[in-house]
């Protein structure tokens, strides 16, 4: 099994379930470390400019994602079972 299978695997795995309420926590957590490493390093290496546009980029990913990770978590996902 490959890596590309392995992370397929894993991303149905999470995926096919609710998501609990720790989980969406620590995706938030997780989100708002990686924003500021990312932002931090941006700025330390390319400047302010570069630095607030990476972080408004991975702000609205991070956002969509969370957001539409808690939908699921509410919702569910019968539609991986089949």
Known sequence: MGIID???????DVSGRRA????????LVGSIAF???AG???YYLLGESVAIGVAAVL??????TIASQAYWAVTGRE???E
């Open 6 to 12: 392995r992370l397929e695997e894993e991303f149905l």
């Open 20 to 27: 609990t309420l720790r989980e969406l926590v620590e995706l």
């Open 35 to 37: 924003l500021l490493v």
């Open 40 to 42: 931090g390093l941006a």
């Open 59 to 64: 702000a609205v990913v991070f956002a969509v």
């Open 79 to 81: 539609d991986y079972d």
